[in-house]
């Protein structure tokens, strides 16, 4: 099983998502994470789909979303240099004796506290999945009360501009 | 702007003329009565009115697998609609280029739960090629034109237009000019140069080269390219049930069909290649049986239009993306003649030592009706097959010559599919002779199109292949559950020949072997719709037949 990365460039428009969740739902594909924008193209939006399977899986995936009418463009970005960030919202149960303690983890972490309540923080955080990862870690022992992550979104590097954006 | 304003409905059938429709299969209801008032006074377009959306479906279908047109089929919302899901799927297994188009409920209304609603796009997203609602008039001319070039290129599929009334009713002017918009579109049809080139260098060295031919050499039209490869090179060629007709069956390089029910030469000479050249082909698990004892010492040169096909279930050496046509045309300037003397000996040894074969014990076996019907027609007629051990035998004992004349369910294998899909053929090819293979379970699935192939007058020939079972399954509950015949007897089947006649159609019964020919004589000779009820041989077998998951050279029946 390998982890694969995709960009897709889509039409904007209402049924696209269903075309596409549709297609992993029917030929029983695995999406670990799919997240969805607009591009500096009204037309058309960006779909980054986090994936996983076994070579000839993985590549029946990319053909199938390649032969989606509303799909323009593949990018498998797993075969490039890209950079890949999440975002996550996080709220942990801290009362005032913590505060200083899960603070100066987040510093380290470059996250950000967002909410202060009395019993609690709201801190959001971005950057590699396995960061966002290690940070929920350290953060389950004081308890996660509720959080929300994005799915990660991610670019090409380089000079050109990897084709999916817009 | 000077062009006059037109309703949703007019757009839609101003649109289907512009696409080249001349005939459209359909039933009407609530949602598209505005469609069918337009229709009303359409010269140019032939309306068929089926008697069961199914049997509308089937027919478009029989009708763009006989013309090479895509077919156009209409149906109202809610039930109409989901009576055309088989269809549709159907004609998305074998690839067929088909434009279904449904009513609606009122754009305001879609969503809840109103009167004859179905959520037609969601129903049939993972079976079309694609799918529009229409929710702005503005949008229906190219949404039209698209629909009509999506299913009709690359891989043909079908195309669904659902249409809310109220869109229909609205008003608009028409563009001068209406353009597709479809960036995300384009098939690939000239094959990669250098591909090419080294597959015909893999053939140029290859001792025992087979062309494994399917479908999409019938959709290309490749056939003739087919045949100047095979016999300039003397490479053996089978073909799957979707590619009958695509070589010529009695040429002496034809192996004929390969797979679960085809010929022992075929799967032997699959089995024992060192260059396997898939053209137009799936790898069908029907074809390929256990998969890797399939062409097991192979090299696989596989050229496709959907390059989603390549490389699905087996591994290609040599993957050219293309269509058929287009990609032989350049291999063939590459292959070099070859008598391939030992090879081509090989095949014909084994074609000798392993025919298909039935027992001649002078009863009424169904396989022999179907080499009469060959011989009658003199190979020149549109077959039309059911689904079942009747599919089978058409296809094994017919000895298929040219591209279009085969017309059969094989991905989807439906039940019931013939008599609709014969209706749509010879409607399309109103010269052919045209008949159908059918069982007698099958032909009850859509047997009321009888009054719509009646009504037109279309001098269809019914083969009923009458066992008094759903054979194909007693087959299997024969071999595989020790004969236990669970509900696969059909007691109570109807007096064919008096239910025909009821309809206004010409019925005949047959028991004797020695009356099957002049039956069908008369039957093509009457040159109206009839029904020949044969009375044959009740558990009459499918032979060869490569059990389910074996290899498929290991076959039961036909190695005598
Ligand atoms: C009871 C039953 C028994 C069956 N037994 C058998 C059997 O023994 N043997 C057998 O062969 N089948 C059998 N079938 C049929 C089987 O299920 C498949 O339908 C069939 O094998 C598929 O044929 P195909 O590979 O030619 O593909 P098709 O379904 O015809 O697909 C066509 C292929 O061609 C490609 N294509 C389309 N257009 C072009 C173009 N312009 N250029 C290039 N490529 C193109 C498509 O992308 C696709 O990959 C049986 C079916 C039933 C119901
Ligand atoms: C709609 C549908 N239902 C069920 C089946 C499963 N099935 C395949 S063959 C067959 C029997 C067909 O019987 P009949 O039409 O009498 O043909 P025969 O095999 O006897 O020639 C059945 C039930 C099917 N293919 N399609």
Redesign the pocket.
């Known amino acids: 099983m390998r982890r694969q990365v995709l960009a897709c460039r889509v039409e904007n428009h209402s049924g696209v998502l269903t075309h596409i969740t549709g297609l992993f739902a029917s030929r029983g594909f695995n999406i670990d994470s799919l997240s969805v924008g607009e591009t500096d193209n009204p037309r058309f939006s960006r779909v980054t789909i986090v994936c996983r399977g076994d070579e000839r899986i993985l590549e029946q995936i990319r053909k199938q979303l390649g032969k989606l009418i509303d799909v323009i463009k593949v990018i498998n970005l797993s075969e490039m240099e890209s950079v890949e960030r999440e975002l996550m919202l996080v709220r942990v149960n801290v009362g005032p004796s913590k505060r200083a303690e899960v603070m100066e983890i987040a510093e380290v972490f470059r996250a950000k506290v967002v909410d202060v309540g009395a019993k609690e923080l709201m801190i959001e955080i971005s950057g590699k999945r396995a960061k966002v990862d290690a940070f929920i870690d350290l953060m389950r022992p004081y308890g996660i009360k509720e959080m929300a992550r994005t799915g990660e979104v991610a670019l090409a590097r380089g000079p050109k501009p990897s084709a999916a954006g817009g | 702007m000077s062009a006059k304003e037109m309703t949703g409905a007019q757009i839609l059938v101003e649109g289907l003329k512009a696409a080249g429709v001349e005939v459209m299969f359909g039933y009407p209801g609530g949602s598209v009565i505005p469609i069918f008032d337009v229709l009303y006074e359409e010269k140019s377009i032939k309306f068929v009115l089926t008697r069961h959306e199914q049997g509308a479906g089937h027919a478009a279908d029989g009708y763009a697998r006989a013309t090479g047109k895509p077919g156009c089929v209409i149906a109202t919302s809610g039930p109409g609609a989901t009576n055309l899901i088989t269809a549709i799927a159907n004609a998305y297994m074998d690839s067929v280029p088909m434009v279904a188009i449904t009513g609606q409920v009122k754009t305001m209304l879609i969503g809840n739960d109103a009167f004859q609603e179905a959520d037609v796009t969601g129903i049939t997203r993972p079976i079309t090629k694609h799918n529009y609602l229409v929710k702005d008039v503005n949008d229906l001319a190219r949404v039209v034109k698209e629909a009509f070039h999506i299913a009709s290129t690359g891989r043909p599929g079908p195309v669904v237009i659902d249409l809310p009334v109220d869109v229909t009713q609205q008003k608009t002017r028409l563009p001068k000019k209406v353009e597709i918009d479809l960036p995300g579109y384009k098939p690939t049809y000239e094959g990669h140069p250098q591909q090419v080139q080294r597959a015909a260098e893999l053939i140029n060295k290859a001792e025992r080269p087979v062309l494994y031919v399917g479908g999409g050499v019938i959709i290309s039209e490749a056939s003739e390219e087919v045949f100047e490869i095979a016999t300039k090179a003397h490479i053996p060629v089978t073909t799957t049930l979707m590619g009958l007709g695509a070589f010529p069956e009695e040429h002496p390089l034809s192996l004929q069909m390969l797979g679960m029910h085809g010929t022992v030469y075929a799967n032997y000479a699959v089995t024992n290649c060192d260059l396997l050249i898939a053209v137009g082909a799936r790898f069908d698990d029907r074809v390929t049986g256990k998969l890797d004892a399939f062409a097991p010492n192979a090299k696989v040169v596989h050229i496709d239009i959907d390059p989603s096909a390549i490389s699905k279930n087996v591994h290609v050496d040599m993957p050219i993306v293309g269509d058929c046509k287009k990609v032989l045309k350049e291999l063939k300037e590459h292959i070099k003649p070859n008598e391939r003397e030992a090879w081509v000996r090989t095949v014909a040894e084994w074609k000798e030592k392993y025919p298909l074969s039935y027992p001649q014990d002078g009863k009424l076996h169904p396989q022999m009706v179907v080499e009469k019907l060959h011989e009658v027609t003199g190979g020149d007629a549109i077959i039309v097959t059911?689904?079942?051990?009747?599919q089978m035998w058409a296809a094994q004992f017919y000895r298929y010559s040219k591209p279009r004349t085969f017309i059969s369910s094989g991905g989807l294998?439906?039940?019931?599919y013939g008599f609709p899909a014969a209706i749509g053929a010879q409607v399309g090819m109103p010269d052919r002779k045209v008949a159908l293979v059918?069982?007698?379970?099958?032909i009850q699935?859509n047997i009321q199109e009888l009054a719509t192939a009646h009504r037109l007058d279309l001098p269809i020939v019914i083969v009923l292949?009458n066992?008094g079972?759903?054979?194909?399954?007693r087959q299997w509950q024969e071999l595989f559950f020790a004969r236990r015949y669970s509900h696969t007897t059909?007691e109570a089947n109807p007096d064919f020949v008096k239910l025909v006649e009821a309809y206004g159609a010409k019925g005949m019964r047959v028991d004797r072997a020695g009356d099957v020919e002049q039956a069908l004589r008369e039957a093509f000779d009457a040159r109206t719709l009839t029904l020949i009820d044969f009375v044959v041989e009740p558990e009459a077998n499918v032979f060869p037949m490569v059990p389910s998951g074996e290899a498929i050279d290991r076959m039961i029946g036909g190695m005598a």
């Open positions: 059911d689904v079942g051990q009747n294998g439906t039940m019931g059918s069982g007698d379970g099958s699935m292949l066992n079972y759903l054979g194909m399954v059909l």
